[in-house]
C-alpha cells in the first residue's frame, strides 16, 4: 500500500480518534526492519517485498502531526499493519505447495479448509471495530487509532499503538515453556473475548472464517493425506512411522470422533493463539487476527497449550489448564459449559490440530527452518497419548 495513501487515511483517522478535527499529519516515517525477514523469511512472499513507498506487514513507524495551528508538534509511535488483498490460501502456501512439489489433488484454494486463511484482508479491520463495543475484546488489543484501505488493490491498513517491552511474545516461536500461571493468564484472556461471542448463530459474523463442519474436514480428506505424506517423507525424524499411522487413523475415523464437534457452541477463535502472537504487558496482549475464525473455544485452547506447554507437563497439569479455561468461560457470563462436554470438545480440537494445523505447519516448514516444529509436533503426539 503506498505511503501517501497510508498518510491520507492516517490523517483522517487520528481526527477522529484524538478528537481533533483540525489536525494535520506533517509527514509519517517507517521502516521494515531487516531484522524482521531475517526472522521470518515468509514475510515477502506473505505481504511483498518492503521498500520506502510501498508498505506491506507490519511497519513501525513514527508520525510527525499537529492538532491545531496552535498547538506544537508531537511525535506518535506507530506500528502500521498492511494485510494484502490475497491470503495465504492463495498466496504462500500454493508458493510452497509448487516450489516443494508437494503431492495434492488440486490447487490448495480449492480446498474447503482453506477458507481459514483467504479472503482476510479485512479481518482485523473488523476485530478492532467489534472492540469498541466488547470490553473483554478491547482490554486484549492494542490501542487502534483507526483503519482504512485501498479500493483498487483491497489491501487494508490498521493504525496500532507501538508497543515496546512485551514479555513471552516471540515471533520466531522459538522461545516456549511457559510455566502454569503464564497459560492461565493467557487462556482466562482468551476465556474472556470467547464468552462475549459464545454461542454464535450461523450467518453471523461472515467476514470471519467459516467454521469447520465435519462434511467440510471428510470433503478435504485428499488434503489431509497429502500434507501427512509428504511430511512423513520430508521429515521422517519428526513425523515417524508410527506417528504417520496414528494420524492416517485420525483421518480415517473423523466422521466418527468430529461429529461431536458440530454440537458445541461457536465463538470467535483467534486461531493463531500462541506465543508468536501472545505476550504480556503486563496484562495479555493479542495481535495478528488475520485468521480468526468462527469455531470452539477449545480451538485457541489447544494451540496455546501446543506452542507452550513444557515437555515436563503431566496429564494433571494439562487437566488443570483446560478445566482453568472453562471455568474463566463460566466467570466471564457464558452458559451451558458443562465438564464433560468441555473435555470431549478439547480431545477433539487436539485431532483436529494434529491433521489440519500440525500439518500446515510441517508444510511451511518444508521451505522455511521453523524453531518450533519439531516440539509442536512432540506436543500434540503426547497430547493423544493422553486425550485420544
Known sequence: MHRELISRQLEFALRESLDAPS????????????????????????????????????????????????????????????????????????????????????????????????????????????????????????????????DASGEQVVFLDFLTEMSRLDA?????????????????????????????????????????????????????????????????????????????????????????KDLLPATLAHNDFNQRNVGFRPDVVVLDWELVERNTAQRDLVEMLVFVLPASADRAQIDRHVEAHRLALIDNGASDVDREQWIEGFRCEVKVEAIDRVSLQLLFAAEFPLAYIGRINATVERLLDFYE
Open 23 to 150: 489536525l494535520r499529519l506533517l509527514d509519517l516515517h517507517g521502516e521494515r526492519p531487516p531484522i524482521d525477514e531475517q526472522r521470518e523469511p515468509w514475510l515477502p512472499i506473505k505481504y511483498g517485498a518492503a521498500s520506502a513507498d510501498e508498505w506491506f506487514g507490519v511497519v513501525p513507524a513514527v508520525a510527525r502531526l499537529q492538532r491545531s495551528a496552535d498547538t506544537p508538534e508531537e511525535r506518535l509511535p506507530l506500528a502500521v499493519k498492511v494485510n494484502p488483498r490475497q491470503g495465504l490460501a492463495r498466496g504462500l502456501i500454493p508458493w510452497i505447495v509448487g516450489r516443494q512439489r508437494i503431492a495434492l489433488d488440486r490447487p490448495y484454494w480449492q480446498y474447503r479448509r482453506a477458507a481459514q486463511c483467504d479472503d482476510t484482508a479485512g479481518r482485523e479491520r473488523h476485530i478492532y471495530a467489534l472492540a469498541a463495543d466488547t470490553p473483554q475484546l478491547r482490554r486484549v488489543l492494542p490501542w487502534c487509532y483507526g483503519t482504512g484501505g485501498d
Open 172 to 260: 520466531s516461536g522459538a522461545i516456549a515453556d511457559w510455566p502454569p500461571e503464564a497459560i492461565d493468564g493467557a487462556l482466562r484472556a482468551a476465556a474472556g473475548w470467547h464468552a462475549a461471542f459464545w454461542g454464535l448463530e450461523l450467518g453471523e459474523f461472515s467476514w470471519a472464517g467459516p467454521r469447520p463442519s465435519t462434511s467440510d474436514m471428510l470433503a478435504d480428506e485428499p488434503l489431509w493425506r497429502g500434507l501427512l505424506d509428504d511430511a512423513h517423507r520430508r521429515f521422517p525424524d519428526i513425523v515417524s512411522d508410527a506417528v504417520w499411522r496414528r494420524r492416517h487413523r485420525l483421518i480415517d475415523t473423523l466422521a466418527e470422533w468430529h461429529a461431536f
